[in-house]
T-cell receptor, first 117, second 110 residues
Framework: DADVTQTPRNRITKTGKRIMLECSQT?????MYWYRQDPGLGLRLIYY???????NKGEISDGYSVSRQAQAKFSLSLESAIPNQTALYFC????????????????FGPGTRLTVT | SQQGEEDPQALSIQEGENATMNCSYK?????LQWYRQNSGRGLVHLIL?????REKHSGRLRVTLDTSKKSSSLLITASRAADTASYFC??????????FGAGTRLTVKP
């Protein structure tokens, strides 16, 4: 079974609709992230959470909100979807390696392809 | 804004050849990581190099880091068709900020 799962995998929605993307992980990691990927722009961070009571805005948080319901669950909401939010959305987790200079690797889910018409 | 910028944007080689991708970044970093993404799928971590390291190897992968030039390179030796994917560098700084570049699309022809 996959360590990081995302639902739904594909979603088509209309402008103005509220939509929630869900992420679950079985890795036991404290840190979770939401990214969006657009062609030619790589990944951009939307929100991240270092534990259940911690929520932080990323580079492009406008138009999005998140909820960390439990250590294993981190959901992303689009309160009123707009066409330029059409993108591939990824959830990721990480755990601090704890070495002197820190650093960590991220584990990604399979992605959710969202289309807003 | 992106931190890492990969070069080239696209690379096409024959199986058996080596592939080299470069990444430049702008600010001081704690570490730099390379990830691979098969089309439309999640990213997979390949290798991490810390700011006090200059070179690291993992199987057919060799990563170098030059902090004075704020650049890194990823070398894949003896490439295979299965190496066809997009490769991203990601920088992690002391503010816990991780930024991905736009990626290099590698095509390895059999």
């Amino acid at each position: 079974d996959a360590d990081v799962t995302q639902t739904p995998r594909n979603r088509i929605t209309k402008t103005g609709k509220r939509i929630m993307l869900e992420c679950s992980q079985t890795k036991g990691h404290d840190r979770m992230y939401w990214y969006r990927q657009d062609p030619g722009l790589g990944l951009r961070l939307i929100y991240y959470s270092f534990d259940v009571k911690d929520i932080n805005k990323g580079e492009i948080s406008d138009g999005y909100s998140v909820s960390r319901q439990a250590q294993a669950k981190f959901s992303l909401s689009l309160e009123s979807a707009i066409p330029n939010q059409t993108a591939l959305y990824f959830c990721a987790t990480s755990d601090l390696l704890g070495e002197v200079q820190g650093g960590y690797e991220q584990y990604f889910g399979p992605g959710t392809r969202l289309t807003v018409t | 804004s992106q931190q890492g910028e990969e070069d080239p944007q696209a690379l096409s080689i024959q199986e058996g050849e080596n592939a080299t991708m470069n990444c430049s970044y702008k600010t001081s970093i704690n570490n730099l990581q390379w990830y691979r993404q098969n089309s439309g799928r999640g990213l997979v971590h390949l290798i991490l190099i810390r700011s006090n390291e200059r070179e690291k190897h993992s199987g057919r992968l060799r990563v170098t880091l030059d902090t004075s030039k704020k650049s890194s390179s990823l070398l894949i030796t003896a490439s295979r068709a299965a190496d066809t994917a997009s490769y991203f560098c990601a920088t992690y700084d002391n503010n816990n900020d991780m930024r991905f570049g736009a990626g290099t699309r590698l095509t390895v022809k059999p």
